[in-house]
C-alpha cells in the first residue's frame, strides 16, 4: 500500500529502512522535539525494534515519508480509545536536512486524509511544543486549527514548557480539500 499525495509517498515501513530510519532520528535536533520515549541517541538497533512493532499493524498506522524516491521521514496515528474513540492524534518527523521543502504539511495532509477516509473518525489532533514553531506552522499549513495552549505542560530536557492542541475536524478537512 502507498499513499502518493503533491509529489510525496507515504508507505509501510519495512525492515529495509531501518538504516535510513536510524540516520534520519539520530538527530538531537529531532529528539528535543518529541518524547522521551524516543531515544537519542537513536541506533540501527533503536529502528529495527521500532520498525518491528509497527509492521503487524493492520491497516497500517505509521508511514515512511519518501520525496524523490527517498525516505525523510516517519508520519503516523494513534487511534484513541473508550470516549476519545473518534479521535486520532498524529506524529512526524522530518530529516533535517529536509526541513523548509514543504514536505512536512503535504506528509500531515496525507496522513489526515488516509485516517478520515479510512477509519471512523471525525477529529485528528496533534500537540506540540509550544515553541516548535515549525511544527506549529506545519499543522497551521495543512489546515489544522490551534485549539489549546496548555501552559508549563510538559518537560523536556529539563525545561517546563508550554504544549499546544491542533485539529481539524472531518467535515472542515474534507471541504478544505474540495476548495
Excluded at 509501510?12 to 528535543?32: R, T, Y
Excluded at 491497516?59 to 520525496?67: D, K, T, W
Excluded at 474513540?85 to 489526515?112: L, M
Excluded at 471512523?120 to 514553531?133: C, K, S
Aim: net charge positive; with cysteine.
Amino acid at each position: 500500500m502507498e499513499i502518493l499525495f503533491e509529489g510525496i509517498i507515504l508507505r509501510p515501513w519495512s525492515l529495509n529502512d531501518a538504516s535510513h530510519l536510524a540516520e534520519i532520528a539520530n538527530n538531537k535536533n529531532i529528539a528535543d522535539n518529541l518524547q522521551d520515549l524516543f531515544p537519542n541517541p537513536y541506533s540501527i538497533k533503536d529502528a529495527r525494534k521500532w520498525i518491528r512493532t509497527v509492521i503487524p499493524v493492520e491497516p497500517p498506522h505509521n508511514f515512511a515519508i519518501l520525496s524523490g524516491g527517498v525516505v525523510v521521514g516517519n508520519i503516523g496515528f494513534l487511534p484513541k480509545e473508550n470516549i476519545y474513540r473518534k479521535n486520532v492524534e498524529i506524529g512526524y518527523f522530518i530529516s533535517e536536512k529536509h526541513w523548509g521543502q514543504g514536505i512536512a504539511p503535504r506528509a500531515v495532509k496525507a496522513i489526515t486524509t488516509y485516517a478520515f477516509s479510512n477509519f471512523d473518525i471525525v477529529r485528528v489532533y496533534a500537540e506540540t511544543f509550544g515553541d516548535n514553531l515549525r511544527s506549529r506552522r506545519t499543522l497551521e499549513k495543512a489546515g489544522f486549527k490551534l485549539e489549546a495552549t496548555i501552559r508549563s505542560n510538559i518537560i523536556k530536557n529539563e525545561i517546563l514548557k508550554d504544549s499546544c492542541i491542533y485539529s481539524v475536524l472531518k467535515e472542515d478537512f474534507m471541504y478544505l480539500l474540495t476548495t
